[in-house]
């Protein structure tokens, strides 16, 4: 059974850093590409960043380009989002989800969340 | 980037109704456009992918359609496990953007 467990987040500063962490089990971690969703108190979803499954290929949205780097460690099953110059609009709960087989990037499995608070 | 325009952004309905959500793309993406669904605390539910196809589990009460640039998700008989919040997302390219959102209840 495919599950996804996000953990790392928290209440942090503007302009601090922090990094969020999806431990993936039940599926060949390496052969699927992952994706970031936020959700901000209140409000919609919103695409944050996508990983290929080897690593190698890497989308962002504009919102976090240049702040924000994904990233992915097989041996361990584990996606991360690092995170920094945190803006107090960055505060989100923060999925991690799997895409689906194919080639749609649909994502069919997704994690609790994990939420972020940036205030002072 | 693609943007993503959804409609109704709410809408009262009543068990056994009909609802039609549509979302429309500023560019034609062919069908990479899938519909997913939201309960309050819980993590998105993929419902339609590819525009028109059901994810494995979900019931047949709810079907997509559409191609280009204008989709369409459907409930044919509204159930009271179905009152929820409905996201379309776009996965043509990046940014993937989702719709705004549908917040569907009584």
């Known amino acids: 059974e495919v599950d996804l467990l996000e953990s790392g987040g928290g209440l942090v500063q503007p302009g601090g850093s922090l990094r969020l962490s999806c431990a993936a089990s039940g599926f060949t971690f390496s052969s699927y590409a992952m994706t970031w969703v936020r959700q901000a108190p209140g409000k919609g979803l919103e695409w944050v960043s996508t990983?290929?499954?080897?690593?190698?290929?890497?989308y962002y949205a504009d919102s976090v380009k240049g702040r924000f780097t994904v990233s992915r460690d097989s041996s361990q099953n584990t996606l991360y989002l690092h995170m920094s110059s945190l803006r107090a609009e960055d505060t989100a709960i923060y999925y991690c989800?799997?895409?689906?087989?194919?080639?749609?990037?649909?994502?069919?499995?997704w994690g609790q969340g994990t939420l972020v608070t940036v205030s002072s | 980037d693609i943007r993503v325009t959804q409609a109704p952004s709410s809408l009262s309905a009543s068990v056994g109704d009909r609802v039609t959500i549509t979302c429309r793309t500023s560019?034609?993406?062919?069908?990479?456009l899938d519909w997913y669904q939201q309960k309050p605390g819980k993590a998105p539910k993929l419902l339609i992918f590819a525009a028109s196809n059901l994810q494995s589990g979900v019931p047949s009460r709810f079907s997509g359609s559409g191609s280009g640039t204008d989709f369409t998700l459907t409930i044919s008989s509204l159930q009271p496990d179905d009152f929820a919040t409905y996201y379309c997302q776009q996965t043509y390219s990046p940014p993937r953007t989702f719709g705004q959102g549908t917040r569907v209840e009584i």
């Open positions: 989800a799997k895409e689906a087989p194919g080639t749609t990037s649909s994502l069919d499995y």
């Open positions: 990983i290929s499954g080897s690593g190698g290929t890497r």
């Open positions: 560019q034609t993406i062919n069908t990479y």
